[in-house]
């Protein structure tokens, strides 16, 4: 399986066509930073995820995970509950996604202060990256949308048959508006009000390394970078 994050962006757009720029944007996010903003207050997150589980019904059709890159997956609660898994379980590995440090060689010898510093610093760039990918996959997704336009009854045949194909709806112009306003933070995001109604999103994210040592990957699982 292809891991690099244009091909994992490019599954994920496939497979969810009416998102938002919004939501592409938290794809990007979380392929960068993971879960560590996601873990602030230990039982206040445990009390959220348990209520969220137990809202949650079981589906064995559902894709277990999603990864977003090399490094982390959307682990789907509904398959998960499924495959027989317990909520604690899933709940661990969140956390030790969360508080897993990156660098794991750096942090035994750069004071903690500098080593977030670093990390920091990496993370912002591989979230700038990913955006430039998405960026490019939204604009050959206009091209491909435009390519079929015309003004004869074929042609309008075509081109809805190319849109039906193009991976996202989401045009240049919404990635750039949506930006716009984006960059002034560059904070992590909630999916969309659309995202939500549409795939009921339920899942959380998980180290792939951690997945593959829960035996979760099936035979020869993941091509997955460790730390």
């Known amino acids: 399986m292809d891991l690099s994050f244009e091909a994992c962006l490019r599954a994920h757009m496939e497979n969810h066509r ?13 392929a960068a930073f993971g879960a560590e903003h996601l873990l602030k207050d230990l039982s ?6 348990m209520d969220e589980y137990e809202s949650v019904s079981a589906d064995a059709s559902a894709p277990l995970f999603e990864p977003l890159n090399d490094r982390y997956s959307r682990v789907n609660i509904s398959a998960w509950k499924a495959c027989g898994r317990g909520a604690d379980e899933l709940f661990d590995l969140f956390v030790k996604t969360a508080g897993m440090p990156e660098r794991e060689q750096e942090s035994k010898i750069l004071k903690k202060e500098q080593e977030s510093e670093i990390l920091k610093k990496e993370q912002e760039s591989v979230f700038t990256d990913c955006l430039l990918t998405a960026e490019k996959l939204i604009k050959n997704a206009e091209s491909l949308r435009n390519s079929g336009r015309s003004d004869d009854p074929a042609g309008k045949a075509s081109a809805i048959s190319i849109a039906d194909n193009a991976l996202t709806t989401v045009s240049p112009a919404d990635w750039e508006t949506f930006l716009k306003e984006y960059g002034k933070s560059r904070q992590a995001v909630r999916h969309s009000a659309v995202y939500r109604e549409k795939y009921a999103p339920a899942y959380r994210l998980v180290k792939n390394r951690l997945l593959g040592e829960s035996g979760l990957l099936g035979e020869g699982g993941l091509s997955v970078k460790t730390d």
Do not use: G, L, P
């Open 18 to 30: 009416e998102e938002t720029a919004q939501d592409i944007v938290k794809f990007c996010y979380q």
């Open 44 to 49: 206040a997150a445990r009390a959220y995820f």
